[in-house]
């Protein structure tokens, strides 16, 4: 069974630039989940979905942050413009029945 | 509201000799909890989840945890240690039905040989 993929793996940019990170879950999950990872802290959720819709996105920024998973399958994070303090790892994570997340390998993102 | 907080940020131990990564959670409901291991460069890996079966759960590579609800700890434990236990360790609480996860700070267990 094919695990969580993300791309890109690694992103680079300067501060008020935009910046895109893909998420493809595992096939048949319906829960995709996505978290920020600052470096010393554990990951702090940024936003849930059932399917295509929103299930908790308290903790999104969205001033500045936004997600959509179009179709219920892939999903995308978008940071628009970016911050120094956005400098961090983003995890996506998908859930079946059981509750259980699987996550993908993460994006590293440095933000000069 | 839930939180998690994991008592110690860093755990040294030798190896072969026992571990316990502590684990209290605070939570207004009935919460699945979970331990997640993230080795170096590698993505997050499931150990162990406690959903109100059972209270002594195991889990991968000889790791076991035991909920215990009137202290609302579900410590993390292994007889004897191994150098590839070497990671950070992640507590997670989640409400139930796939609701809002929350994850604490982690512990960076260190195994001396």
């Known amino acids: 069974e094919a695990g969580v993929a993300q791309s890109p793996r690694y992103k680079i940019i300067e501060k008020r630039q935009s910046v895109a990170f893909w998420c493809n879950p595992i096939s048949g999950h319906a829960t995709l989940y996505w978290y920020q990872q600052i470096l010393g802290q554990g990951p702090k959720l940024l936003i849930q979905?059932?399917?295509?819709?929103?299930?908790?996105d308290s903790q999104l920024p969205k001033d500045r942050f936004s997600a959509e998973r179009l179709k219920g399958v892939d999903s995308t994070l978008k940071i628009q413009p970016a911050k120094l303090e956005d400098s961090a790892v983003y995890l996506c994570a998908s859930s079946g029945d059981h509750n259980e997340q699987f996550f993908g390998p993460g994006t590293r993102l440095t933000v000069l | 509201a839930q939180s998690v907080t994991q008592l110690d940020s860093h755990v040294s131990v030798s190896e072969g000799t026992p571990v316990l990564l502590r684990c209290n959670y605070s939570?207004?409901?009935?919460?699945?909890l979970f331990w997640y291991v993230q080795h170096p460069n590698k993505g997050l890996q499931l150990l162990l989840k406690?959903?109100?079966?059972?209270?002594l759960v195991k889990g991968i590579n000889g790791f076991e945890a035991e909920f215990k609800k009137s202290e609302t700890s579900f410590h993390l434990t292994k007889p004897s240690a191994h150098m590839s236990d070497a990671a950070e360790y992640f507590c997670v609480s989640q409400n139930t039905n796939a609701g809002k996860s929350t994850f604490g700070d982690g512990t960076t267990l260190t195994v001396k040989p």
């Open positions: 406690y959903t109100s079966a059972a209270t």
């Open positions: 939570s207004s409901y009935s919460p699945s």
């Open positions: 979905f059932q399917n295509n819709g929103v299930v908790d």
